[in-house]
């Protein structure tokens, strides 16, 4: 059976980086923060890699109808269903729930990664710096990686919500990490895709650090 695509398979992405990054230090697992339909889950499982797979979606992990640009009805398979045909399912984890609701006792992990998580409206509902402190307690403590991508300003009413962090603001949150990529995009323009049927703008940030703490606590 061919593998089949995930639904924001066309939408860009600095995915590659962190891929890259992730290769060339033999890193062992990494946990995906909204893991969604698995476009950045089932890369990461095919080179063997553990997944620890966070979501709270039901449709995005089970599959349902969707629809499409063109006003198109389908229905998407969902991540277990996608892994499953690939027979990766040993290699991923599926975690069902928030991110911000996890014990603090999860395993880390070599890495965490996220994309364009923390924007939407239901997260905006705490702070910014608790998504990031979530996310940073899912790396191990010393070398571990903390990699996002996110959206930046591009309407008037994003330059008075911090879930759409300008430039340099994400330094903030990592005082005692070692920043070792840090780029932006100008505004783009992206194609439709599922949630965003019409062509609209974006910019886009990316960060990626590295945690220098040999402690536990990584706020």
Request: aromatic residues 8%.
């Amino acid at each position: 059976m061919a593998p089949s695509p995930s639904l924001w398979q066309e939408t860009r992405t600095f995915f590659p980086i962190f891929l890259d990054l992730v290769v060339n230090r033999g890193m062992q697992s990494v946990c995906v923060v909204g893991a969604s339909d698995g476009k950045f889950v089932l890369p990461l499982a095919r080179l063997g890699v553990r997944v620890l797979a966070v979501e709270r979606n039901k449709s995005a992990l089970d599959g349902g109808p969707v629809v499409l640009p063109g006003r198109t009805e389908a229905s998407m398979p969902g991540l277990r269903k996608r892994l499953a045909d690939e027979d990766l399912s040993g290699r991923v984890e599926i975690v069902e729930a928030d991110i911000l609701d996890l014990p603090d006792e999860l395993d880390a992990t070599d890495a965490v990664w996220t994309s364009c998580s923390w924007h939407y409206s239901i997260n905006h509902r705490r702070p910014l710096g608790d998504f990031i402190a979530a996310m940073k307690r899912s790396c191990r403590p010393r070398g571990g990686v903390f990699a996002a991508e996110y959206m930046m300003p591009v309407e008037p009413w994003h330059l008075a919500c911090e879930h759409y962090p300008e430039e340099g603001e994400m330094r903030r949150f990592f005082p005692d990490w070692a920043i070792e990529w840090e780029t932006y995009t100008p505004p783009f323009l992206e194609a439709p895709h599922v949630e965003q049927l019409h062509e609209h703008t974006h910019r886009m940030g990316l960060l990626i650090a590295t945690n220098q703490q040999k402690g536990c606590d990584a706020d």
